[in-house]
């Protein structure tokens, strides 16, 4: 059984710092696109970054140098870190695994659709 479990979340204060992990069990998460997204109340769910197999990242322009994702293939993790945090980041913040890579994240920033092994999220509150 496939399992994804997000961890890290918490309340920060603007400018502060949280570093998500997205720990995988039943699945090896180095075989896998793997994105994040996040969703805020009363919007959306929005794909912000996600990373290919081969370790290419993609990140949209509101959190491009910001943020930062990575792989930990030794512990079946992906690492999300968060820096100069906005209130506007508050959201609840969701790991899964994508089918494929494409190279035009740009004018198409990754879907929901494409993903299919969700976590259960985690919420992420930027405050003062």
């Known amino acids: 059984q496939v399992q994804l479990v997000e961890s890290g979340g918490g309340l920060v204060q603007p400018g502060g710092s949280l570093r998500l992990s997205c720990a995988a069990s039943?699945?090896?998460?180095?075989?896998?696109?793997i994105g994040w997204f996040r969703q805020a109340p009363g919007k959306k769910r929005e794909g912000f970054s996600c990373?290919?197999?081969?370790?290419?990242?993609y990140y949209v322009d509101s959190v491009k140098g910001r943020f930062t994702i990575s792989r930990d293939n030794s512990k079946n993790t992906v690492i999300l870190q968060m820096d100069s945090l906005k209130p506007e980041d508050t959201a609840v913040y969701f790991c899964?695994?994508?089918?494929?890579?494409?190279?035009?994240?740009?004018?198409?920033?990754?879907?929901?659709?494409?993903?299919?092994?969700w976590g259960q999220g985690t919420q992420v509150t930027v405050s003062s």
């Open positions: 899964a695994t994508g089918r494929f890579w494409r190279s035009d994240y740009a004018s198409l920033p990754p879907q929901s659709y494409e993903y299919d092994n």
């Open positions: 039943g699945i090896t998460l180095g075989n896998y696109v």
């Open positions: 990373i290919s197999s081969d370790d290419y990242t």
